[in-house]
Each structure stands twice: as C-alpha cells, then as structure tokens.
C-alpha cells in the first residue's frame, strides 16, 4: 500500500466532515464550501452543479449524515477516494445506507471536493444512484 501525505489526509478527512455535519445541521454555506466553484454533486441519476445544490439540500430529509473516514488516492494537487455513509431521518429514524464517490482537487483555499457522486446500497443487495426522494426535488438546470 503507497503511503499518502498525512497532512494531505488530514485535511480531506476534515473537509468531509465539514460536509457531514453541514448537512447534519442543514447549513447549506458550510456545504457549499466544501466543494470547488465548478463541483457537482449526482444522485438521483442527474448531476447538479452548485447553483442547484440549495434547493436540493432544501427538498431532502433532514437527519445525521454518520460517515466513515475514506478511502483516499492522492495524486498531487488531484485526487479521488470513496466513503461510507449511514443517513437516518430525523422524524422517522428510517435509514439510507451507501457510499461517496469522490474526486478532489487542491485549491489556493486547500482541499475541496470536485465531484461527489451517491450509491445507495438496498436491502435487495442492488447498489443504485438512487431514486427521487421528494417529488418536488428540483431537476438539475444545466
């Protein structure tokens, strides 16, 4: 296994936790400034570019986003990694369970997340981008 630069990995663990509690808290700003200006985020079958992600944060469940430390792959100032995600509804306490897909890149303001791409794991054993998880969700406006 290479070795990675741990203050590299130090930083993108924290920028994704950052991100979880973010959503966890719903602030949207904290989110947002995770991901690079031209990042996006896909679920749902549709890739979203940050413009769009404030309505699609606004029409999903509120609950604890519970993410495991990552899988990095670091390439200088590039990278890409998978994490593990646990979401439970506030309300209801229902579960969604899957992982991140990510792509990375190092930016004068640090590490930020390029691209951000959701598999959810069924209890059929099917891994899936997803299906629309609020009728009303906003579709993509690229």
Excluded at 92 to 115: F, K, Q
Aim: glycine share 8%; proline share 7%; hydrophobic share 35%.
């Amino acid at each position: 296994m290479e070795k990675l630069p741990i203050d590299d990995v130090i930083e993108i663990e924290q920028l994704l936790a950052r991100y979880a509690v973010g959503m966890t808290r719903d602030d949207i700003d904290t989110v947002l400034d995770v991901f690079t200006p031209d990042g996006t985020y896909s679920a749902f079958g549709d890739a979203y570019q940050l413009a769009d992600f404030t309505a699609l944060v606004a029409a999903a469940p509120k609950g604890l986003f519970l993410v495991g430390p990552p899988v990095l792959n670091l390439d200088g100032d590039v990278g890409d990694g998978q994490q593990p995600l646990c979401f439970v509804e506030q309300t209801t306490h229902d579960m969604r369970i899957g992982y991140y897909s990510d792509t990375y890149r190092r930016t004068p303001a640090g590490w930020r997340l390029h691209t951000r791409s959701m598999t959810f794991l069924r209890k059929s054993g099917a891994q899936d981008s997803g299906r629309a998880h609020d009728p009303t969700r906003p579709a993509p406006t690229h």
